[in-house]
């Protein structure tokens, strides 16, 4: 009876650990699938990195196993710092991305995907409880290299831009219909106590993880300034 107890105790403490060791290794994943796709030379418009406020990582949203049609995926969101959004990027806080019209849009391997928050309206929509894009905040498939000269004034009126990878391949997609949701309990594992979102984005309540500052890292290096009107 005694090592029974002991062994359900010992299993109890390392399920904490094991929970942020997996969270962990989602925001390195994270850190990862950005600096790749920053990289790509018709990628991202560099003009809308910096003017975005926020920007979300989810890498490898994979097909749900139960249900139809149904996908998810769970990554890090990013914002600037301070209350214009002029400061650097503040540490992550952990989301995720549910919908039937996600994942495998490209090929049929699992797929990463980026969006930038570009305005305080779809960054007050993201820090609820949950966002269902297009409806509770306008989202669009996002411009590649070139094409953003022509249609920045156009794209910028959207709230949410959104990006996907899959087999190499990246493109401008659309999530409308999708859900983005904060990750409680994935923060909670990174950050050793309950802590939302919003206090995590717009209150500088903690302090960037060690798994996270490679993320926060390359946000500050491609776009350290908001150019935002």
Not at 61 to 85: H, N, W
Not at 123 to 128: E, G, H, Q, T, Y
Not at 224 to 229: D, G, K, M, V
Request: proline share 4%; hydrophobic share 40%; with cysteine.
């Amino acid at each position: 009876m005694k090592r029974l107890l002991v062994c359900t105790v010992s299993l109890l403490l390392a399920l904490p650990a094991a929970a942020g060791e997996k969270e962990n290794e989602r925001l390195q994943n994270a850190a990862e699938v950005l600096g790749e796709i920053l990289n790509i030379p018709e990628g991202i418009p560099q003009e809308l990195l910096d003017k975005a406020e926020c920007v979300v990582v989810i890498p490898s949203v994979k097909k749900a196993a139960l249900g139809i049609g149904g996908s998810y995926g769970r990554g890090a969101t990013l914002c600037r710092s301070g209350e214009e959004f002029e400061g650097a990027w503040t540490p992550p806080a952990m989301f995720r991305l549910e919908g039937g019209n996600i994942g495998f849009q490209i090929g049929g391997q699992a797929t990463d995907y980026v969006m930038l928050v570009m305005n305080q309206k779809g960054v007050n929509s993201l820090l609820r409880s949950k966002v269902k894009l297009g409806a509770d905040a306008s989202a669009v498939a996002g411009p590649k290299g070139r094409a953003a000269m022509v249609a920045t004034d156009a794209f910028m009126r959207a709230e949410i831009l959104s990006y996907s990878r899959s087999r190499g391949l990246f493109a401008g997609v659309s999530l409308e219909g999708s859900t983005l949701r904060q990750d409680s309990g994935a923060n909670q594992a990174v950050y050793g106590h309950k802590v939302s979102a919003r206090r995590v984005l717009r209150e500088g309540a903690v302090s960037v993880p060690r798994a996270g500052q490679r993320l926060v890292r390359l946000l500050n290096e491609h776009s350290p300034r908001n150019r935002s009107e």
